[in-house]
């Protein structure tokens, strides 16, 4: 079993920045792929961002790609999530995702059925 802890979550104006970060404990040989996803109020859960722990390759949804950074610490296990540049619309609870991907299958991707470890979330606000 991963055990997935996030922290860094808070309220903040519009135009800051955040940061999160989701410590992996437990198994974590056992997980390879790690995401940041969100969801609002009465809203899907949807992946903002993505990293592959084999070649610390990156993958960043439409909405947050230029304005947030995901990065790895591999010796502490944790993965932390640069918000910059924040929007009202951006407010929301954040989860942090681990997965497995097997050798040879592709990339993480950010679908959400496919990650079998979850963090109780952490709340970002973001005022106008």
């Known amino acids: 079993q991963v055990q997935l802890v996030e922290s860094g979550g808070g309220s903040v104006q519009a135009g800051g920045s955040l940061r999160l970060s989701c410590a992996a404990s437990?198994?974590?040989?056992?997980?390879?792929?790690m995401s940041w996803f969100r969801q609002a109020p009465g809203k899907e859960r949807g992946g903002l961002a993505r990293i592959y722990a084999g070649d610390g390759s990156t993958y960043y949804a439409g909405s947050v790609k230029g304005r947030f950074t995901i990065s790895q610490d591999k010796a502490n296990n944790t993965v932390t999530l640069q918000m910059n540049n924040l929007k009202p619309e951006d407010t929301a609870m954040y989860y942090c995702?681990?997965?497995?991907?097997?050798?040879?299958?592709?990339?993480?991707?950010?679908?959400?059925?496919?990650?079998?470890?979850w963090g109780q979330g952490t709340q970002v606000t973001v005022s106008s």
């Open positions: 995702a681990a997965r497995w991907l097997p050798p040879s299958s592709g990339v993480c991707g950010l679908v959400r059925y496919l990650y079998n470890y």
């Open positions: 437990g198994s974590t040989d056992s997980i390879n792929c």
